[in-house]
């Protein structure tokens, strides 16, 4: 497969962006290869700068529930944008994007408009701090909450009572704030709020973790988060920047009947512009600025462009009451089919799904935390995307990720792909 132009354009971008890419993941270094640089999508499909067509699991990092250039989405768009692309007041577009959240999310009371998911947790978790008085949060190894130095924080040694930096450039007295705990591990986190319980200002999770590939909570655990952050005093806060409309039109916390005090979205409410919303408790966002003493900000938040799109996205989830199950039959499908082709190659192998996310890791799991994750035969993995790469379907690509099915994924799209592992995993093996 000759990817000539994609290798060009990547040494071009190289001399002027950082890394050639403006996000690290896009370089695709977990797999050894070279970027490919798209120039279309339509759909489930993406086209490359050498004219190659891709089936699309990646989905913008899940942001494009609907697939790429959906009619309705690129319509508000267009239309929004001939009436100018920003102006720094406020437009009733945020005021009708936000009625369509808090309707389909009854957790949330009051919400802010941000750029992206980054800003959503960095914003969430300073409201909370002011909120409580107290100054520490808990995160759990293997979630991502954007790249805000609070999140960028491993489990120090002593890991119950502070982590350490996970990036040059964090400092440690920031890290001292944050303690990182696993994942779906109930005494951890009871042992954590008995140490520092007093200290606690938030509890922040991925309802259904999807950073580390998608690992899913055992059951009980999203509510005994819920009745230790009540008991304690501290604000459970859930990451929804990838779930919030993406497994359900409520979110994971619908699926789970787990009532946060906040949420973070992102992704599927920017229908691929640059969005992301903190909101929740009425009291709790009184605390915002200009209302409220905590400050937060933004020059370009709930910009028409973005509102326009998200507008469109969420009414067309509100016109389609059977989408969310027919992305789930079609994703279960297409996972089950996976685990089959591994099994038929006797390949150690966990399927992980929730609604049209999931995860293939090459290991025999359970996969429950970041640990079990890292269990996952990467080099396995990096020669497995490879060959799908070579059969036109482009995976998530890295082993720590998730795919993404969309709207317009169809059972064709299922049955090519599963074509395509068969023979991959063959050839892969073969090669071996
Ligand atoms: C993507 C993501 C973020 C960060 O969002 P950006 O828009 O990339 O800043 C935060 N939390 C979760 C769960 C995410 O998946």
């Not at 409580?132 to 979630?143: H, N, S, W």
């Not at 009540?230 to 994971?252: C, K, N, P």
């Not at 709207?407 to 592992?421: N, P």
């Amino acid at each position: 497969m000759k990817l000539e132009r994609s290798i060009a354009a990547f040494a071009r971008a190289s001399t002027v962006l950082a890394g050639g890419v403006n996000s690290p993941v896009r370089a695709l270094g977990a797999v050894g290869l070279s970027p490919v640089f798209m120039k279309n999508g339509a759909g489930e499909h993406l086209y490359d700068l050498d004219d190659h067509e891709y089936l699309d699991y990646v989905m913008s990092w899940g942001a494009l529930l609907l697939g790429h250039a959906h009619p309705a989405v690129t319509r508000a768009i267009n239309n929004a944008v001939t009436r100018g692309t920003s102006f720094g007041t406020p437009t009733q577009a945020e005021t009708e994007l936000a009625e369509a959240i808090v309707s389909m999310m009854p957790s949330i009371e009051r919400l802010r408009f941000v750029s992206s998911g980054t800003e959503a947790t960095m914003s969430a978790i300073r409201l909370a701090r002011g909120f409580t008085g107290r100054e520490k949060i808990v995160k759990f190894a293997g979630c991502y909450h954007g790249h805000g130095d609070s999140f960028l924080i491993a489990a120090g040694s002593g890991a119950l009572t502070h982590g350490v930096p996970d990036s040059l450039g964090v400092t440690e007295g920031t890290a001292r704030d944050t303690i990182v705990l696993p994942f779906n591990d109930v005494p951890a986190i009871e042992q954590a709020f008995e140490t520092a319980g007093e200290a606690i200002a938030a509890v922040v999770v991925e309802p259904y973790a999807a950073n580390m590939g998608l690992v899913l909570p055992r059951p009980g655990y999203l509510q005994r988060l819920r009745d230790l952050c009540t008991r304690h005093g501290a604000l459970l806060i859930f990451d929804e920047v990838i779930t919030g409309f993406r497994v359900a039109s409520g979110g994971a916390q619908q699926r789970e009947g787990i009532t946060p005090d906040l949420t973070t979205l992102g992704k599927v409410i920017g229908g691929g512009l640059p969005v992301g919303a903190f909101g929740g408790r009425a009291d709790v966002m009184a605390y915002l600025s200009p209302s409220g003493p905590v400050y937060q900000a933004g020059t370009l938040a709930g910009n028409p462009l973005a509102m326009a799109a998200g507008l469109a996205v969420l009414g067309t989830i509100a016109e389609d009451p059977t989408l969310y199950a027919r992305l789930d039959a079609l994703t279960q499908q297409l996972s089950e089919g996976l685990g089959e082709v591994m099994a038929r190659h006797g390949l150690a192998h966990t399927c992980v799904r929730a609604g049209s996310m999931f995860t293939l890791y090459f290991t025999q799991g359970p996969v429950l935390d970041l640990e079990d994750a890292q269990k996952s035969d990467r080099g396995l993995f990096a020669k497995y995307f490879g060959a799908m790469l070579e059969r036109g379907i482009y995976l998530a690509p890295s082993q720590f990720e998730t795919n993404f099915l969309s709207a317009a994924h169809t059972a064709r799209d299922v049955d090519r792909t599963l074509a395509a592992a068969e023979a991959s995993v063959a050839q892969v093996l073969t090669a071996a």
